[in-house]
């Protein structure tokens, strides 16, 4: 697949576009960005993982995508309950973090965003971002479509039997999988790395199944 880099209309804060267009954007974002408890305990779990791969540790990434059809746009992307203070975020699903009792509790909880006029959180910090991934309509519509059908296994954990754990990233590349695109042929910036990002693409070429928990997505 081939990507670039893509410059971006000004957005009003109704999630109205002052120009029409169509596309399909990938941000990367380190991990932890603006939150220096997250980007630390990233780092420490990145540094033992290197030590145990027996290689260079490397910059951690946290994906999210948006959506641009004619004047509106939707940003996707998994987040935990407890970061959201908008009443009205578009949320399609949400799971459990680390285990299935523990997302009893919000705080151990995250949820799927599909947010039309929202917002991406740090989006400042990005690195190499926008990368426009499609320009088509149907792929742009497919990829919303699917929305409603995201897995919401427990984040951390490997319960599609991916070979890899869930997380933000697997949410990206599921949806990018699922909605036809070659999400294994899409990396991180250079020297970082994005863990499950390998799971979302072998759950989205699976057979597209509701999961337990996922509600359609409102357009």
Do not use: K
Request: neutral net charge; contains cysteine.
């Amino acid at each position: 697949m081939r990507a670039s880099t893509a410059n971006t209309e000004a957005q009003g804060a109704d999630g109205q576009l002052n120009a029409p267009t169509v596309g399909l954007d990938l941000y990367w974002l380190p991990l932890g960005a603006g939150g220096h408890s997250v980007r630390w305990n990233g780092r420490v779990y990145e540094a033992v993982c290197a030590l145990l791969e027996r290689r260079a540790a490397s910059e951690l990434y946290h994906s999210a995508l948006r959506v641009t059809l004619a004047r509106y746009s939707w940003m996707i992307e998994m987040t935990p309950v407890w970061m959201m203070d908008a009443r009205e975020h578009g949320v399609v699903a949400e799971g459990a973090v680390g285990t299935r009792w523990a997302g009893r509790s919000r705080l151990f909880r995250y949820e799927v965003h599909c947010w039309r006029g929202g917002s991406i959180a740090d989006i400042a910090e990005a690195v190499a971002s926008p990368t426009r991934l499609s320009s088509d309509e149907a792929t742009c519509r497919r990829l919303l479509s699917m929305l409603a059908y995201v897995p919401t296994p427990v984040w951390g954990r490997d319960e599609l039997e991916t070979g890899e754990m869930w997380n933000s990233n697997s949410v990206t590349s599921w949806a990018l999988a699922a909605s036809g695109l070659d999400a294994s042929g899409v990396t991180p910036p250079d020297g970082g790395r994005a863990p499950g990002w390998n799971a979302g693409v072998v759950a989205g070429r699976r057979r597209h199944e509701p999961w337990p928990g996922a509600t359609a997505s409102s357009s």
